[in-house]
């Protein structure tokens, strides 16, 4: 046998029994012969085909012919490897990997570019799929949410203080159109907090209220989670939530109905966007000032907080979700200044202040009997 | 176009050609062609090799977002395959990447995003605690699992369809559905009856599977039950019945620890906690592993021993304490990898197998005709997405 002869087994792919034959590399490609030296097949090397990469050290290969139909060829011989890959480059694994790898790269481009042309174009299919939701299904969502809170952070009731906080909201929705009104709750939480629900609920934390120096500083908050309601950012949240329940619910078959996870636990702890922050920001600017209040007060509450540590990000502070107190403080002192006028009067601002101290102070009735007084003996 | 048949002397001339130029390898069986012969299962090839493969894949994968997987998924199995070598002839796979990527993205698209726009869907029109929805997330537990067996099916003949020796292709006829409700209806009843169904269970759906397979014009056939399973999963439910049981007794003798003293020392834990438990739970773990692995060698020599491919019967010479060194190596391997090397703990384990297997009767290679071919994707997403593999 020649040095570029192997042995070889043939298989035309119709039955499972293969014929001996012998492989000589020629020119241009394989001969294949049988053992009489009669040449019954030919395959250039450009029309081979592995079953398998090869490598240079193989010493085996089993080649297939796409212009030959079902029929194989198993070379074996020290070398067959090496003359493969020399004569048939496309046949070994650098060559099958670089094309696939190119074609991969193409695609990760591609999807590179995309997923960029979304990012910088702020696309955010979440707030897509939000401005599909019903008015009334996102109002039903925000009044379930709220009712979730009662065992954590009971709504106030005491009247006079709703009333005032209400006289801030109206103040703020009469100074432009905005479309259907917003709904105004304050709870009882020990955590200076407020944010907004779907179906234009906005829920102000009582501490909020408490530590706020004038009614233009909750003026400012509350037009701040207003900002949030017209661009449907707690519906866009909402509907992220939903689909990251929706589908551990699909991998594992769960009901969603787990207390852990309720849905205002989920609003509460996932976060806008740094840039959804500062577009509600730009949102309060134009509020305020459409319903003639100062915007200075709003920066001050910023960077009296910021100076007490609450820009700290782990903190459940307000501020601990949102740009930078600084940043955020500069952008309200910078609006030129305009005539603003007082939002409540002092009666109103403590009530506001005293909106859920009142149900502290006042004792249960059982407990006003048992104080009353002391019972004398009868004579 | 090549000459059917040989004279005997220009036949053997060829084989001793062979041998003197192969002479590591095994030699060749000298039968005279057109006759009958026993056939011969090797393995060529070292599963090591494929280490420096699975590291360079591996940034592949992560420079192209992942994409590459299923390419690198369908080389791994081509390698392998080849290192199988029935006849001193290596198995083929003819399976893509492509294949792989366009069904998983099919299984996506109309699977998986349609059931995730229920489950959204309902949730945002009723809400998260309607009983509907909670009704309907106990209903889709069932329907997945359902959709996993029919999955597994499919990804069986994906695979198969895709294998072929000498150019002649495996295949799994239908069955699918009646598959997945199988092993559906057979799971639930196995949890009824404390597990005990399993092996029945097992050997029933392998049953199924295999009398659904072919290799050209051959069917397969499936010849055995499930009795001699019963020992070793009988050793196992003692064993883990056993250390479950001590493990409740030692809970409970925790919480009413606790109850009288919420805060314990360690010193008082110690004493409080039934030392016979802790020692049955010491002492049960590894017998449930070795019941597990004299199960799985017995299982595996079941599965072989009990399939008949036309006039072939196989046998496998697997031993419990082979698995269980197999078991536990390929676990190493994977952990100190971190999941890298899968692929190698894949070749070893599909070694161990063919390394021990043994084909019985006389196979007339020449009444061995191509068959039916199964071109079709249906499996290859589920492959993808499960990662199955058929051995």
């Not at chain 1, 002092?346 to 249960?364: G, R």
């Not at chain 2, 439910?237 to 606790?258: C, G």
């Not at chain 2, 020599?301 to 046998?315: E, M, Q, R, Y």
């Amino acid at each position: 046998m020649s040095a570029l002869s192997f042995e070889g087994r043939w298989n035309d792919g119709e039955r499972a029994k293969s014929t001996p034959v012998i492989v000589a590399f020629e020119a241009e490609g394989l001969a294949v012969k049988d053992a009489d030296s009669v040449q019954a097949a030919f395959w250039a090397f450009e029309d081979l085909s592995p079953a398998a990469p090869i490598r240079s050290t193989s010493a085996d290969a089993l080649l297939r012919n796409p212009k030959a139909s079902r029929a194989t060829l198993f070379v074996q011989g020290p070398g067959v490897g090496a003359l493969l890959a020399e004569r048939a480059p496309q046949t070994t694994t650098s060559a099958s990997r670089f094309k696939i790898l190119r074609r991969s790269l193409v695609f990760t481009l591609a999807v590179g570019i995309l997923a960029g042309v979304l990012l910088f174009g702020h696309f955010s299919a979440s707030k897509a799929v939000a401005n599909w939701i019903p008015q009334s299904t996102a109002d039903e969502i925000g009044a379930r949410s709220i009712g979730m809170f009662g065992p954590i952070a009971p709504e106030c009731e005491n009247q006079q203080g709703n009333i005032a906080l209400q006289r801030i909201l109206d103040r703020l929705q009469t100074g432009g159109d905005y479309g259907r009104p917003f709904k105004l709750h304050v709870a009882r939480a020990s955590v200076p907090n407020a944010f907004a629900l779907p179906g234009r609920h906005i829920v102000l934390l009582s501490t909020l209220v408490k530590q706020a120096r004038s009614a233009e500083e909750v003026a400012g908050v509350i037009a701040h989670e207003m900002g949030h309601g017209l661009e449907k950012d707690p519906e866009a949240l909402f509907v992220r939530s939903v689909s990251m329940q929706a589908l551990v619910q699909l991998l594992t078959g769960e009901s969603g109905n787990q207390t852990a996870l309720t849905f205002g636990a989920i609003l509460l702890q996932l976060r806008y966007s740094r840039d959804a922050e500062r577009l509600a920001d730009a949102h309060a600017i134009e509020i305020l000032k459409a319903a003639r209040i100062d915007a200075k007060p709003t920066a001050e509450f910023f960077l009296r907080n910021a100076s007490g540590g609450a820009d700290d990000e782990s903190s459940m502070s307000y501020l601990s979700t949102h740009p930078s107190s600084l940043e955020r403080a500069k952008l309200f002192t910078s609006q030129p200044d305009y005539p603003g006028e007082s939002v409540l009067s002092e009666k109103e601002w403590a009530d506001a202040q005293a909106i859920c101290e009142a149900v502290e102070a006042k004792p249960p009735k059982a407990e006003q009997k048992k104080v009353g007084k002391p019972k004398t003996r009868k004579a | 176009m090549i000459a059917a048949s040989l004279d005997s002397s220009e036949y053997t001339a060829i084989e001793d050609t062979m041998a003197s130029l192969t002479a590591e390898r095994d030699t060749p069986p000298a039968s005279p062609p057109g006759s009958p012969s026993p056939l011969h299962i090797s393995w060529d090839g070292n599963p090591w090799s494929l280490t420096g493969l699975c590291f360079l894949n591996m940034l592949l994968i992560i420079i192209t977002l992942g994409i590459y997987w299923f390419w690198a998924r369908t080389e791994y199995r081509r390698l392998m395959w080849q290192m199988v070598r029935v006849e001193h002839e290596p198995l083929e796979y003819s399976g893509t990447g492509t294949e792989l990527l366009i069904g998983y993205l099919r299984l996506f698209a109309f699977v998986l995003l349609p059931l995730l726009a229920v489950v959204f869907g309902s949730q945002l029109a009723l809400g998260p605690r309607h009983p509907l929805v909670a009704a309907g997330g106990f209903f889709l537990y069932f329907i997945l699992l359902f959709l996993y067996f029919v999955g597994v099916f499919r990804a069986h003949r994906y695979i198969l369809s895709r294998t072929r020796w000498r150019g002649i292709a495996f295949g799994l006829d239908k069955g699918a559905v009646g598959y997945g409700g199988a092993s559906l209806w057979t799971s639930l009843l196995t949890g009824l009856t404390a597990g005990w169904l399993w092996p029945w269970r097992t050997v029933m759906l392998r049953r199924k599977l295999t009398s659904a397979m072919f290799f050209g014009s051959v069917p397969f056939k499936f010849l055995g039950s499930s009795g001699s399973l019963y020992l070793p999963f009988a050793f196992i439910w003692v064993s883990t019945a056993l250390a479950f049981s001590a493990i409740f007794a030692i809970q409970f003798a925790l919480l009413r620890l606790t109850q009288i003293n919420p805060k314990p020392s360690a010193s008082l834990i110690l004493q409080s906690v039934p030392h016979t438990a802790v020692w049955l739970v010491l002492a049960a773990v590894p017998f449930a592993i070795i019941g597990l692995s004299w199960y799985e060698a017995r299982k595996l020599n079941l599965f072989a021993h009990a399939t008949k491919i036309g006039p072939l019967g196989s046998d496998l010479a697997a031993t419990g304490g082979t698995v269980l060194w197999l078991t536990v190596s390929n676990w190493l391997i994977m952990g100190f990898s971190l999941g890298i090397l899968r692929p190698v703990a894949q070749a070893r384990r599909l070694r161990y197998l063919v390394t021990r297997l043994s084909f019985s009767g006389v196979a007339n290679l020449d009444t061995v005709l191509r068959g039916q071919e199964q071109a079709g994707l249906q499996g290859a997403g589920l492959e993808a997405a499960f990662s199955i593999e058929i051995f």
